[in-house]
């Protein structure tokens, strides 16, 4: 995962993506998670690593996502 973690509601991006730093978001297996990271994936355009954390058990998690894969996975709640 890149080094430099922004918010992407800063960037010319923000409205072509749905990250957004500590939004909450719900996923098919009913856990609700917190994006505390995204930066863009440097030489891949389109792709973005988040890091995300689960509010209910704290396990954080890194991976690397499109937008329209982020929609498949989570549902924003907050």
């Not at 922004?6 to 072509?16: D, G, N, P, V, W």
């Not at 973005?48 to 982020?70: F, K, L």
Request: proline letters at 1%.
């Amino acid at each position: 995962m890149a080094t430099h973690t922004t918010s992407t509601e800063q960037t010319s991006q923000a409205s072509t993506h749905p990250f957004h730093l500590g939004s909450l978001w719900n996923t098919y297996w009913d856990r609700i998670w917190m994006l505390i990271g995204v930066s863009e994936v440097s030489g891949f355009q389109g792709e973005y690593d988040v890091e995300i954390v689960c509010m209910e058990t704290g396990v954080h998690a890194c991976a690397t996502y499109t937008a329209s894969e982020w929609h498949d996975w989570f549902t924003r709640i907050a």
